[in-house]
C-alpha cells in the first residue's frame, strides 16, 4: 500500500521529469508528465504556465493559451504571464486581444520592455491593417559572415572583400531609394542569424579602409559589436514576414556548415529569395592548383548551389560560362540565372574619396630611395604561376646587367602549393637580390606601388576576374597580363598581353616593357585612351538592379529537376569527388530544417530531437510498395529513437522505436505503399548524448539511405553487399537479416 509520502515523491517526480524534458526540448513528452503532475497540484501557477510554453513550442498553442489562462486564475497580476498570453494570441492571429494582453502587462510592470516592444509592433501592424494597400517594400539582406570571419583574421582587404564592402556601402549611403538595406551574418557559436544595424557596417567600413590609422585594439572591438543582435528577433521577424526579401551574399559560403540549411529555412519561413555571387568556380575548373579538401568542400556546396539559388551574379562573362558549365555537370541543361557585372573600378577615384595619402612615404619602410621595380599583386600561390616570372627574371640576369634589371616586387599573402616557387629562388642567390616578397601593404602603401612602378605584370593560371590588372590601370600604369579566362575582359584594350604560360613569349615584352622606354611610354599613351572604368558607386547601382531583378526560381528549378533515383544509395555524408553531380547534391538537399550537424565524410550527425529527411519521389513511385533503407551509427551510449513516417505533411505511419547500440552500425527496412510525391522521415533521438568534453551533443548518426521498388531484389542486394557485416551475413544465411518494418497500405 503506497503511503502519501509515496505519493508526494510520485507527483514531484513527474514534475522534475517535465523540467527534464522540456529542457531537452520534447515538447509533447514534457507537456504528458506537466499534466499529470497538474492534475495532483491544480494550484501549482508556474507549471500551468510551463505547460503553456511545451504547448505552444509542440504547436498546439490554442491549448497552450488554455494554459496560460488557466495560471491567471492563481496570478492574475503577473506581468510576464499577460506577456505569455499575448504572445499565443499574436501567434493564433488575435492580434487586437493580444494587443490587450501586452498592455496590462505594461500597466503591472511598466519596465516591461519587452511587452512594450510588442505593443509597438502591434500598433503599427494595426494601422497597417486598416490603412489603404500598399505595395510591399523592397529589402535587402546583405550576409556579411564572409567579411566578418576574414577581418578578425586579417586588416587589409582582398578583391573579394572589397566588392563586399564597397558594394553594401553604396547601398546604403546612395541607394537607399531602391530599397531597405539590412546586414545580418550567420554565427556558427550560436547557431543562428545576427542582425545588425546600419551604424555597425558603416563603423566595419571606416575600420577596413583606416590603414594603420586604427589600433588592433579598436578594430577588435568594432568586431566584437558583431556577436550581439541589435535588431531584435520580433522586429527582425516582422521585417522578413511583411516585406519582400532577397538575402544576398557578396562574399562566399562553401566554408559555412550547413549553409544551405540555413537558407532554405528562411526561406521556408519566410518565402525570401537567395542571391550570392560567385566569383569563380577556380577550384572545379583547376584542381590541381588548390588543397584537396577546398576542392572536395566546393565540389559539394556547388553541387547544392544549383538548386538552391534564385539567382547569382559574378565578375566576368568568363565566370558566368564556367558557372553554366558546371551546373550542367549537376544537371544536364539546367536552366541557371547567372549575370555577370565587371569590376572595373577605379582604385584611383576610390582612394581619393576615402581621402588616403598617396605620396611616397608611406613606401619608405619597403623601398630604398629610387627604386626601380616591377610590382606582381597576387596571393603566393601556385595557380598564380610566380615560376614562370622567377624563370624569366632569371634568364634575364643571365643576359643583361643586374643593375639595370629592375626589383620584381611580389606582393601577397601566402597561399597553396607555392614550394616550386619558392625552391626556384631559394637555389638562386643573385635571383634573390631581384625578387622582393610582401605580404601586405595598407591602400595607401598599394596605390604608392602602383603609381611608381615602370609597369604591372600580371601572371596566372586561372582568374575569375583579376582585379590587379584593373587596379594598375586607375592608377595610370601599364599591365602585362598572361592572356588566358577573364583576364581578357579585366584588361581589355588597354593591357599588353602574353601567350599563356609561354616563357619565350613572356621574355620578350619583359625586354620590350623594360629596355624600350619609347615604345612603352607609347603602349602607355594608348592604354591611357582605351581603359575603360568606373568607381564603385556606379558598380553597386548595377548590382543593386540586376539583383532586384532577379525572380524566384529555386523552388521551381527543385520541383522540375529534383527527384530521387529509386535503387540508387545514398551516402548522407562528404564526399571525396573533385567535380560536381547531383549525387553530391544530395546530403544537403534531403536534410530538411536545422537540427542537423555538420556532414562528415562517413556520414553525419542528428541533433537532439528530432531531425527530418525530405525525399521527393520520382514519377514511377506513386501508388507503388516501396522499401526505404536507413542505416544508423550508435553514439557511446547506447541511443532510444523513434522513426516516424510521414507525407503530405501527414504521418502515415506509427513511430517505430529502436534502441541503437554504442558503436553499432544498424540497418533498418521500411516497406510501404507511397500516395505522395514527397516522403517525410522524422528521427527523433531524444535528448541524445555527447561525443566528449569541448564536443557536441548528437542525436544518432545517419550514414546511408535507399529507396527502391518492393520487389527490386536487386537494388536491395547492391545496398546489402556496400557493407561487409550485412555482406558476411547475406553469404552465411542467404539473406542479410535486416531490421524490417512493414507499414500497412491502409494505415
Not at 536507413?630 to 541511443?639: I, N, Q, S, V, Y
Request: hydrophobic share 40%; net charge negative.
Amino acid at each position: 500500500m503506497m503511503t502519501t509520502a509515496t505519493t508526494d515523491d510520485a507527483i514531484l517526480r513527474l514534475r522534475a521529469e517535465g523540467d527534464q524534458l522540456r529542457d531537452h526540448r520534447r515538447w509533447a513528452e514534457a507537456s504528458r508528465c506537466y499534466s499529470a503532475y497538474l492534475a495532483s497540484a491544480p494550484d501549482d501557477w508556474p507549471i500551468h504556465v510551463q505547460l503553456g510554453h511545451c504547448l505552444k513550442e509542440d504547436g498546439a498553442i490554442a491549448e497552450g493559451l488554455a494554459a496560460y489562462q488557466q495560471a491567471l486564475v492563481y496570478a492574475p497580476t503577473d506581468s510576464d504571464l499577460h506577456l505569455q498570453i499575448g504572445h499565443a494570441l499574436k501567434l493564433l492571429d488575435q492580434k487586437e486581444d493580444a494587443l490587450v494582453a501586452y498592455r496590462q502587462a505594461l500597466l503591472l510592470d511598466p519596465h516591461n520592455d519587452n511587452a512594450q516592444l510588442e505593443i509597438g509592433i502591434l500598433e503599427t501592424i494595426l494601422s497597417q491593417q486598416h490603412a489603404p494597400a500598399v505595395t510591399r517594400q523592397k529589402c535587402i539582406l546583405f550576409d556579411i559572415t564572409d567579411l566578418i570571419q576574414y577581418m578578425r583574421e586579417w586588416r587589409v582587404l582582398t578583391g573579394i572583400q572589397r566588392v563586399q564592402i564597397n558594394v553594401i556601402y553604396y547601398a546604403m549611403t546612395a541607394f537607399d531609394d531602391l530599397a531597405k538595406y539590412y546586414i545580418i551574418h550567420f554565427d556558427q557559436t550560436i547557431g543562428s542569424w545576427i542582425p545588425l544595424n546600419d551604424s555597425f557596417f558603416l563603423e566595419l567600413y571606416l575600420a577596413a579602409g583606416s590603414g594603420d590609422d586604427l589600433n588592433e585594439e579598436d578594430f577588435a572591438n568594432v568586431l566584437e559589436l558583431a556577436k550581439t543582435p541589435q535588431i531584435s528577433e520580433e522586429q527582425f521577424d516582422f521585417i522578413l514576414k511583411d516585406n519582400d526579401v532577397t538575402l544576398v551574399n557578396l562574399g562566399t559560403s562553401w566554408w559555412i556548415e550547413n549553409y544551405f540549411l540555413k537558407i532554405r529555412h528562411l526561406r521556408q519561413k519566410y518565402a525570401i529569395r537567395y542571391v550570392p555571387m560567385i566569383h569563380d568556380a577556380i577550384p572545379l575548373m583547376t584542381p590541381e592548383h588548390c588543397a584537396q579538401r577546398l576542392v572536395e568542400d566546393f565540389s559539394q556546396w556547388f553541387s547544392t548551389l544549383v538548386f538552391e539559388i534564385d539567382g547569382a551574379v559574378t565578375n566576368s562573362r568568363w565566370s558566368a560560362m564556367d558557372i553554366r558549365h558546371l551546373a550542367n555537370e549537376v544537371w544536364p541543361d539546367i536552366d541557371l540565372p547567372v549575370f555577370p557585372i565587371a569590376l572595373n573600378c577605379n582604385m584611383q577615384r576610390h582612394l581619393s574619396d576615402q581621402n588616403a595619402i598617396t605620396n611616397s612615404v608611406s613606401l619608405q619602410y619597403i623601398l630604398p630611395p629610387g627604386s626601380v621595380f616591377v610590382l606582381f599583386v597576387g596571393t603566393l600561390e601556385s595557380r598564380k604561376n610566380h615560376l614562370l616570372l622567377f624563370k624569366a627574371w632569371d634568364l634575364l640576369l643571365q643576359k643583361y646587367d643586374p643593375a639595370k634589371l629592375p626589383t620584381l616586387i611580389c606582393l601577397g599573402k601566402a597561399g597553396w602549393l607555392f614550394d616550386e616557387a619558392a625552391d626556384f629562388l631559394r637555389a638562386r642567390p643573385a635571383l634573390n637580390e631581384k625578387i622582393m616578397l610582401i605580404s601586405s601593404v595598407t591602400d595607401d602603401a598599394l596605390e604608392s606601388l602602383y603609381r611608381q612602378s615602370v609597369f604591372t605584370i600580371f601572371n596566372s593560371f586561372y582568374e575569375g576576374w583579376g582585379l590587379p590588372v584593373t587596379e594598375s590601370l586607375s592608377f595610370g600604369t601599364l599591365p602585362l597580363v598572361a592572356c588566358n579566362t577573364s583576364l581578357a575582359e579585366a584588361g581589355g584594350r588597354a593591357a599588353v598581353y602574353f601567350r599563356d604560360n609561354d616563357l619565350d613569349d613572356l621574355i620578350c615584352k619583359l625586354e620590350m616593357l623594360i629596355f624600350d622606354d619609347a615604345k612603352r611610354q607609347e603602349l602607355q599613351r594608348e592604354a591611357s585612351g582605351n581603359v575603360k572604368l568606373r568607381d564603385w558607386q556606379a558598380i553597386a547601382k548595377e548590382f543593386l538592379d540586376r539583383i532586384l531583378q532577379i525572380d524566384s526560381s529555386a523552388s521551381r528549378r527543385q520541383e522540375a529537376y529534383f527527384r530521387i533515383s529509386l535503387g540508387q544509395p545514398i551516402h548522407l555524408g562528404k564526399s571525396e569527388a573533385l567535380s560536381p553531380s547531383i549525387d553530391l547534391a544530395l546530403p544537403n538537399l534531403l536534410r530538411d530544417g536545422l537540427n542537423w550537424h555538420r556532414l562528415e565524410h562517413w556520414g553525419c550527425w542528428t541533433q537532439p530531437g528530432i531531425a527530418t529527411l525530405r525525399l521527393p519521389l520520382p514519377d514511377d513511385a506513386l501508388g507503388k510498395d516501396l522499401l526505404l533503407f536507413l542505416r544508423f551509427r550508435g553514439t557511446a551510449e547506447d541511443t532510444p529513437i523513434n522513426i516516424v513516417l510521414g507525407m503530405d505533411e501527414t504521418r502515415f505511419s506509427e513511430p517505430t522505436r529502436r534502441v541503437i547500440g554504442h558503436g553499432i552500425r544498424h540497418t533498418m527496412s521500411f516497406q510501404f505503399r507511397s500516395f505522395s510525391r514527397v516522403l517525410s522521415i522524422a528521427i527523433d533521438a531524444g535528448p541524445g548524448s555527447s561525443l566528449g568534453p569541448g564536443d557536441r551533443d548528437v542525436g544518432i548518426g545517419i550514414t546511408h539511405l535507399m529507396l527502391c521498388h518492393a520487389n527490386d531484389t536487386g537494388a536491395e542486394q547492391r545496398f546489402i553487399f556496400n557493407f561487409p557485416e550485412l555482406l558476411e551475413r547475406f553469404h552465411q544465411e542467404g539473406c542479410a537479416a535486416l531490421d524490417r518494418v512493414e507499414i500497412p497500405a491502409d494505415t
